[in-house]
């Protein structure tokens, strides 16, 4: 259904897809779309769970806003291997302000979407979302 406030319905894809990256692990990272002719979140690419961070990155484009979530796997200081999903808002500066405003009325209805998020991670350019930041985050 679509929000109120932004008019942006999310596509059942969107969460199909969310719960195989949580339960299956099937892919490493979704990027979504919002397709504003459709007013709804579409699914635009799927990582691959051999995927990398740096694909991950190379697929979210320069200039143009995108919300995506990232399975981040990690060893705790104790050598026990674990796991967080990653939200990200990814707003580059270069954006057009009509698709930052959209992207950010319509993010929190779309998060609540996505049952499992951990953390949430907003970026404005690459160095906001490094690896280094999500070791950060997790820990």
Known sequence: MANAASGMAVHDDCKLKFLEL?????????IFKIEEKQK????EKLGEPT???EDFTANLPAEECRYAVYDYEFMTEENVPKSRIFFVAWSPDTAKVRSKMIYASSKDRFKRELDGIQVELQATDPT????EVFQTRVN
């Open 40 to 43: 709804q979140v579409l699914v």
């Open 51 to 53: 995927h990398t961070y």
């Open 128 to 131: 906001e979302m490094s690896l």
């Open 22 to 30: 949580k339960a299956k692990r099937t892919h490493r990272f979704i």
